[in-house]
C-alpha cells in the first residue's frame, strides 16, 4: 500500500536550519510528482513547494523562495526539503504529498506530517 | 496568485441534510480544482479531483460541480462521519492555492 513517512521536524531557533525527509513505499516513486503542504496550528492548509517526477522542475511559494530547496533521490525513494533561515510564521506541521498523475491530478495520497516548532 | 475563497467558512447542519459548500476562484483555473476532508488530528483526503470526479473509494454521497472561477462541493445526506474541515484546491498555476476552508459542525 501507498505509504508516505515524514521526518526531521523538531524545535529550532530561529535563524536555524532543519531538512525534512519523506520515504515513500508501495507505488513506482519515479513516476509522481510530490509537493510539501505545511499547516501552522489551528490554520488551513498551506502549498509550500514542488518538484516534479524527475526532479528538473522545481516551484515554490513566494514567501519560502531562497530558504527552501526541495528535492528528490529517485533510487532512494526520498523526497526532501532543506530549510534554512527559519522563520517563527513557519511553525507548522509539514505534509509530504503526492500528486497523482496528469489523468487524476490531486493530493492523492499525504504523509501523517512532521511538526516544525521555531521558538528562541 | 490565484485566489480561492470558500463560502460559508462554518455550516451547522444535521445528519441527513443537504450541504452545499462553495469555491471561487479569482481567476479562471477551467476544471483544475480539487476538494479535499480534513478530520481533527489527521491528514487531509482527497474528495473530488478534476471538479467533478469523485476520487476512488469516496461515497457517492459526494459530489462535485463547476469551472471557470465558480466551484460547489454538495453532500447529498449528510452522515455521522462527514463533520470535518472542507478544502478546495486549484492547481492550473503555481503557486497552487487553497480555500481557507469549511468546518461543518453537527446542529
Known amino acids: 500500500q501507498v505509504q508516505l513517512v515524514e521526518s526531521g521536524g523538531g524545535v529550532v531557533q530561529p535563524g536555524r536550519s532543519l531538512r525534512l525527509s519523506c520515504a515513500a513505499s508501495?507505488?513506482?516513486?519515479?513516476?509522481?510528482?510530490f509537493h510539501w503542504v505545511r499547516q501552522a496550528p489551528g490554520q488551513g492548509l498551506e502549498w509550500v513547494a514542488f518538484?516534479?517526477?524527475?526532479?528538473?522542475?522545481?516551484h515554490y511559494r513566494e514567501s519560502v523562495k531562497g530558504r527552501f530547496t526541495i528535492s528528490r533521490d529517485n533510487f532512494k525513494k526520498t523526497v526532501s526539503l532543506q530549510i534554512s533561515g527559519l522563520r517563527r510564521e513557519d511553525t507548522a506541521l509539514y505534509y509530504c504529498?503526492?500528486?497523482?498523475?496528469?489523468?487524476?491530478?490531486?493530493?492523492?495520497?499525504w504523509g501523517q506530517g512532521t511538526l516544525i516548532a521555531v521558538s528562541s | 496568485d490565484i485566489q480561492m475563497t470558500q463560502s460559508p467558512s462554518y455550516v451547522s447542519a444535521s445528519v441527513g441534510d443537504r450541504v452545499t459548500i462553495s469555491c471561487r476562484a479569482s481567476?479562471?483555473?477551467?476544471?483544475?480544482l480539487a476538494w479535499y476532508q480534513q478530520k481533527p488530528g489527521r491528514a487531509p483526503t482527497l474528495l473530488i479531483y478534476s471538479a467533478s470526479t469523485l476520487q476512488s473509494g469516496v461515497p457517492s454521497r459526494f459530489s462535485g460541480s463547476g469551472s471557470g472561477t465558480d466551484f460547489t462541493l454538495t453532500i447529498s445526506s449528510l452522515q455521522p462521519e462527514d463533520f470535518a474541515t472542507y478544502y478546495c484546491?486549484?492547481?492550473?498555476?503555481?503557486?497552487?492555492?487553497f480555500g481557507q476552508g469549511t468546518k461543518l459542525e453537527i446542529k
Open positions: 484546491q486549484q492547481s492550473n498555476s503555481f503557486p497552487f492555492t
Open positions: 504529498v503526492r500528486e497523482g498523475n496528469y489523468h487524476q491530478p490531486g493530493f492523492d495520497y
Open positions: 518538484v516534479s517526477s524527475d526532479g528538473t522542475l522545481k
Open positions: 481567476q479562471g483555473i477551467s476544471s483544475w
Open positions: 508501495g507505488f513506482a516513486f519515479s513516476t509522481y510528482s
